[in-house]
T-cell receptor
């Protein structure tokens, strides 16, 4: 089955700097890659996602890139703000159901943005 | 338009007891998945229901079972609770492989 590795496990940046979180996946048949932000005691919230037919997607300060050949995808947050502090999870769809709801998650990255 | 709703939000059970958690999917969504999130870990897939049947299952023992009703709502049942079952249980709903939405979760503590 699918396996997702996420790095780093913790990341500390100064306000205004950029943050990059990287994930690798094992199953080349995976075709959907969402990123979730989870604040303490709350549910994971989708912040951006990308499908395997696209190499990059951007939404304001957040962007995701996908390299299907290397089987890795990355989250980029620019101009970080203290409210970006949270745990971020990457995930990959587990074939054969594609994006039908069976996601394999990474172990998470705790991002701290210092004012 | 209500999102994914779960109940109860918090509960405490004793080892060996049984628990039932409930989920109502986002309006119009027909697929419900359940995840277990232990403290400090990412969510782990338990199983998924579609058209009232279990379509896919993760690596969880038979103590974990579920059900989906004709209105697409779902229940997660856990029998013979162990201390290690203490976690946040998340329900997620989706439609036709589009965006997956998570509920607020049910915090289960087993003592």
């Amino acid at each position: 089955g699918e396996n997702v590795e996420q790095h780093p496990s913790t990341l500390s940046v100064q306000e205004g700097d950029s943050a990059v979180i990287k994930c690798t996946y094992s199953d080349s048949a995976s075709n959907y890659f969402p990123w979730y932000k989870q604040e303490l005691g709350k549910r994971p919230q989708l912040i951006i996602d990308i499908r395997s037919n696209v190499g990059e997607k951007k939404d304001q300060r957040i962007a995701v890139t996908l390299n299907k050949t290397a089987k890795h995808f990355s989250l980029h947050i620019t101009e970080t703000q203290p409210e970006d502090s949270a745990v971020y999870f990457c995930a990959a769809s587990d074939p054969p159901w594609g994006s039908q709801g069976n996601l394999i998650f990474g172990k998470g990255t705790k991002l701290s943005v210092k004012p | 338009d209500a999102g994914v709703t779960q109940s109860p939000t918090h509960l405490i059970k004793t080892r060996g007891q049984q628990v039932t958690l409930r989920c109502s999917p986002k309006s119009g969504h027909d697929t419900v998945s359940w995840y277990q999130q232990a403290l400090g870990q990412g969510p782990q897939f338990i199983f998924q229901y579609y058209e009232e049947e279990e379509r896919q299952r993760g690596n969880f023992p038979d103590r974990f079972s579920g059900h989906q009703f004709p209105n697409y709502s779902s229940e997660l049942n856990v029998n013979a609770l162990l201390l290690g079952d203490s976690a946040l249980y998340l329900c997620a709903s989706s439609l036709d492989g589009n965006t997956i939405y998570f509920g607020e979760g049910s915090w289960l503590t087993v003592v």
